[in-house]
């Protein structure tokens, strides 16, 4: 790409921009597959022609803020937005400089950007738009205790907002984790909506006939919370009115008859690099209740407690998984070792009055058909040791993990990380 490829005053009348913008984007870890931290979001709703057009075009959409430095806006439909074109940007990404001819790490100011764009990859670039500042944007919080109760289309989300937070409007989306084929990195958008209130904090699947039809019961999707500062507070919340928007991310399965109520859920998943962590936010634990959190079981996972964070008292395990029989082991400091075995599945296992900083879980049965590829729910309660905030987290496992033999001495560590390993025994 030279300069010479954008002299045209002009689009070709072949295409057409609209609903184009540009925010400030803090993105929690999450399992759409999009970058987490704080970015700058540019893109349009609504280019066309497009690859998914009729007839479909080549057309490429390219983005500056400075007339040297650009970068690629990548086609990027969703089922609510079918002709969007979008990029998210940080610092150190790389952008093509069309002095030196060559891709370099470029730090974006919060000055808007200039978009060109051709339908034929032969043609010259020319100016579609041009998209407005974020100066004075600031950086959003995410919100904390996701929780959910009913079961079906009575299924109800419940957040809080729990640091200071600028924000005057509310969206919620509903992802689906069935990823798109092409060059598409991310989830598709099955459901949008906003709210033009800031202090919303609900949301039930069977308020909304369109999004109940969309979702089965048998996979999983992943429901974003967006807080959102508009640049115009007398206007509707679209794209183009936002100027700064935090994103929690939280996955999901339509809850079975009969689950606990108020289960909490953890935001993240599969992360950009591929890697698989699932993060607790819950503001307030107490020796007096069991919390309910929800991990979906795969071949197993490990969790660890935040700094600070107080230890686990007791556990209380699921029933109707197989024989509803668990093996318990607890770490030694350098291995893990049997504890109890055949603990039946809700009955409370007290560990100790201090509690413990990890334990793993054993005795899944593979013919309880947890499957990976298809997974149910496993939720499990946690009593812990003294009041505090629990910002845990839990990673995954895909490699079966084999319960060790009986040791001679049992010995607990007192600091550390909590995790445990929910895993499926041989059948």
Not at 140 to 149: E, G, K, Q, T
Not at 350 to 379: C, Y
Request: aromatic residues 10%; proline residues 7%; hydrophobic residues 40%.
């Amino acid at each position: 790409m030279s300069l010479c490829l954008l002299q045209a005053s002009t689009a070709d009348a072949a295409i057409t921009v609209s609903d184009s913008y540009h925010f400030l984007d803090n993105r929690s870890d999450n399992s759409v597959r999009i970058f987490a931290g704080v970015r700058q979001t540019i893109g349009a709703l609504n280019v066309t022609p497009n690859p998914g057009s009729t007839p479909s075009a080549a057309t490429q959409i390219i983005a500056t803020q400075d007339g040297v430095h650009y970068t690629s806006l990548v086609y990027d439909p969703v089922t609510v937005a079918p002709n969007q074109y979008a990029r998210s940007v940080g610092d150190g990404m790389l952008f093509f400089n069309a002095e030196l001819g060559e891709n370099v790490p470029y730090n974006p100011s919060t000055a808007g950007w200039s978009l060109f764009g051709r339908s034929d990859p032969t043609d010259a670039y020319a100016a579609v738009g041009t998209l407005p500042s974020i100066e004075g944007a600031t950086v959003l919080p995410f919100v904390s205790n996701m929780r959910v109760s009913g079961s079906g289309e009575d299924m109800t989300f419940n957040w809080g907002v729990y640091e200071d937070s600028s924000h005057d409007s509310v969206r919620v989306q509903i992802w689906s984790l069935d990823y798109k084929p092409g060059d598409s990195i991310s989830g598709d958008i099955l459901f949008s909506r906003s709210f033009m209130a800031p202090d919303v904090s609900s949301f039930r699947i069977g308020d909304y006939a369109d999004l109940g039809t969309l979702l089965s019961g048998d996979k999983m999707y992943s429901v974003e919370v967006s807080l959102i500062d508009r640049r115009d507070e007398s206007a509707p919340v679209s794209n183009a009115n936002i100027l700064s928007r935090s994103r929690s991310f939280f996955d999901f399965m339509l809850l079975p008859e009969g689950a606990p109520d108020g289960v909490y859920l953890p935001s993240g998943g599969i992360d950009p690099t591929g890697d698989t962590v699932f993060k607790f936010t819950i503001e307030r634990v107490t020796p007096d209740e069991i919390i309910f959190i929800d991990p979906l079981v795969a071949v197993g996972y490990d969790y660890a407690i935040g700094a600070g964070d107080p230890l686990i008292r007791a556990v209380l395990l699921p029933t109707g998984i197989g024989d509803s029989l668990y093996d318990i082991e607890l770490w030694d400091g350098s291995a893990w070792v049997p504890f109890k075995t055949n603990i039946l599945g809700g009955e409370e296992l007290v560990f100790d009055d201090d509690g413990v900083d990890r334990f793993r879980v054993l005795g899944i049965e593979t013919t309880a058909g947890l499957d990976p590829a298809n997974p149910l729910a496993f939720i499990t309660g946690l009593r812990f040791a003294e009041e505090g905030r629990f910002t845990g987290t839990m990673t995954p496992l895909t490699e079966f993990v084999a319960p060790v033999p009986e040791p001679g001495v049992l010995v607990l560590i007192a600091a550390g990380l909590l995790g445990w390993c929910l895993t499926r025994r041989a059948s």
